[in-house]
């Protein structure tokens, strides 16, 4: 439900996942291999007269230097721009608040419930079930409208059907204390502790 871009986030691991085995890869082959070993000798040498070269021809005037390592300084800005951005995108879409209207019968002014009241109420109600390994409740907000996400970790044994089927009870009474009524994503998961097969249940 949140705004984290995933699909960038597989790529990006994936990418740097195939970098890190080429590297140990290499460095396995060199330790291991001396025919390798000499060619990367060879290369790194050419490589390195290569770089010599482009730079002595790249240099600027007046000063001597390079623009070539100007050029490099500022693809490392991009690279650390992006880095920076991707991290600011991560987990994007939580929301503060559950309801904001402006009443003009009843109370003439704003009103605006905060996430967390709803938040404590389920988890408070979820807290007292012995059948639950543990209850997290979030508020997002998806396509500019709040929504909230109950993820349940039920103990082994315990049905789905009947765990999502209360939360879905003590969601449309809060509903009904709150007077409004808010989309809600209920998550049954899986995990070690509870070795319980994951559904999942929109409301």
Known sequence: MNGTPRGLNRVLLTLIGVLFL???????????TPAVALWWQGWAHGAADQLSQEAARTTLPGNGGSWLWIVVSLLLVLVVVGMVAWVANQGKGRANILADEYDEDAAAGRVAISGSVAEQALKDALGERTDLLGATVTTYEVQGQPALKVRILPRQGVSPREVAAEVSALVEALDLVLGIRTPVLISIGAGARARFTRAERVR
């Open 22 to 32: 080429a590297a140990g890869a290499l460095a396995l082959a060199l330790a291991t």
